[in-house]
Every structure is written in C-alpha cells, then in structure tokens.
C-alpha cells in the first residue's frame, strides 16, 4: 500500500523568481498608479474651482458686488475677503478653498482649515512662523494694474495702481480698454460688479511641473467667472517679472 504523495514545496529559486515578478510589476505598476492620484487631485481641484466660481456668482447677486481682497485678521484669528468670504453662507466645507497639492495645507490641515485658508487667495508670508500675513495676493478684487502695452503683467492686488486714485486708474484702464473698442463693463476685475465671464479670478500654483522638477511648459490652473477652470503656460502667470508688485497675468488673457 502506498502513502500520499508527498506536497512539494516552492525551492529558494523560485521563491526568488516569485519575489522578482512582484518587484518588476510594482515598478511598472507604480508610475500609472500615481498618475493616476495625482490626475484625481487635479481634477478635484478645478471642481474645486468652478465651485468657488459659482459660489461667486450668487454673492453678486446677494450683495450686489462680489467680495473684496483677502487677507488675515489678527485679531478674527482667520482670513477674511476672496474666497474665504464664501464659507459658510455659500460653501458649506472648507475643503472647497484646498488644492489637494498644496504642502501648507497638507502638513497644517486642522489650522487651515479653522482660520478659512485658501489655497487660491494667495501666497501666505511665513506660516510656520505663524505669519499668515499674503505675501502674494491671487484673487482678483481691484483688478490689473496698467503697466503698459497689451499683453504687459499687470498687477492682482490694486494696491500699487502706479500711485493712482481710483478716479485716474479707471481713466488709464478706460485708455486700455477703448484701443479694444471695450466699455467699462468689460473691465476684468470684481470690484467691478459687471465684470465679464472672461474675468480671471485667481489661479492655482500648485500643479505646476517645476515643483517635480519639471520646468518646461508648467502650467497653472485659472478659474473665469464664468466657471470655466483650464491650464494657462505660467510664462503668463508671472509672479513679478517687473519688479512691480504681485503679479497674475497678462491684461490680454482677459480681453481676448
């Protein structure tokens, strides 16, 4: 009578062999698998996006204008202004004012989260200083300082205006705009309320290659008023090729 047959085990060899498939796969698996993430981050941030933009939208037509330039309040202990004026009336999470890839947010989230940051108000100065401070405004309240010919960086914040009061900005603006056969409705800036759909509320610098180290053709996202969210070479959205002022982009991306 004959016992069972004996189960053979795997040897050492192909153990190895087993162990080399897995790595050979995940090496090839890796890459698609992030790709994969990070096109879900950027598709969650340019809903994010037209989100805000909507949101924007019925502001305007609540209050009559939209809201003014962001900044922090010491004394609040949050932001105020830009987008974070859309929580919690218009917007019901904070997560809508967060790109997905933005590194201050990511390492400080309850914080961002409790003082209404958002990622596409602008650059905060020192945040792990605890100066929450823009050093770089994005959002789109006074509008593009005139600093030239068409095409010219032109500024976000409409704190510089060349020095100008609001009465002689808008006659230089007015100058710009009629060499376009353009009235003063289709000035591309919220502060005013009749601004056009083409207007360029902020941008997000988060996805841009060169923070992978890829430099060639980066890009940002833009948000329009009217909600449209698409990717714009950041050749065109300089932060201060002057030495100016706080720069969002050209005075042509907006007319055309």
């Known amino acids: 009578m004959t016992g069972a047959p004996r189960r053979r085990g795997f040897t050492l060899i192909e153990l190895l062999v087993v162990i080399a498939i897995i790595v050979v796969l995940m090496a090839i698996l890796f890459p698609v698998f992030s790709k994969v993430r990070e096109k879900a981050r950027q598709t969650k941030c340019r809903s994010s996006l037209h989100q805000l933009a909507v949101a924007?939208?019925?502001?305007?037509?609540?209050?009559?204008?939209?809201?003014?330039?962001?900044?922090?309040?010491?004394?609040?202990?949050?932001?105020?202004?830009?987008?974070?004026?859309?929580?919690?009336?218009?917007?019901?999470?904070?997560?809508?004012?967060?790109?997905?890839?933005?590194?201050?947010?990511?390492?400080?989230?309850?914080?961002v989260k409790q003082i209404v940051y958002s990622s596409y108000n602008g650059r905060p100065t020192d945040p792990a200083g605890g100066n929450w401070a823009l050093a770089e405004v994005y959002f789109n309240h006074n509008g593009y300082d005139y600093s030239g010919a068409p095409g010219s960086a032109i500024t976000s914040t409409g704190i510089d205006n060349l020095g100008l009061d609001e009465a002689?900005?808008?006659?230089?603006?007015?100058?710009?705009?009629?060499?376009?056969?353009?009235?003063?409705?289709?000035?591309?800036?919220?502060?005013?309320?009749?601004?056009?759909?083409?207007?360029?509320?902020?941008?997000?610098?988060?996805?841009?290659?060169?923070?992978?180290?890829?430099?060639?053709?980066?890009?940002?996202?833009v948000v329009r008023l009217g909600g449209d969210v698409g990717p714009v070479k950041h050749v065109h959205m300089e932060s201060d090729p002057d030495g100016a002022g706080p720069k969002i982009a050209p005075w042509i991306s907006q007319t055309q």
Not at 65 to 82: H, I, S
């Open 56 to 111: 924007l939208k019925q502001y305007r037509t609540d209050h009559g204008k939209y809201p003014g330039l962001p900044y922090y309040d010491v004394v609040a202990g949050r932001y105020m202004g830009g987008f974070s004026t859309l929580f919690p009336d218009y917007i019901d999470s904070t997560d809508l004012l967060i790109c997905p890839e933005d590194q201050i947010a990511l390492s400080l989230k309850g914080q």
């Open 168 to 221: 002689s900005y808008r006659a230089v603006v007015m100058q710009e705009l009629s060499s376009k056969g353009l009235r003063w409705r289709a000035a591309p800036r919220l502060k005013n309320a009749s601004a056009p759909d083409n207007t360029i509320i902020s941008h997000c610098v988060h996805h841009r290659r060169s923070a992978r180290g890829q430099t060639e053709n980066e890009m940002d996202f």
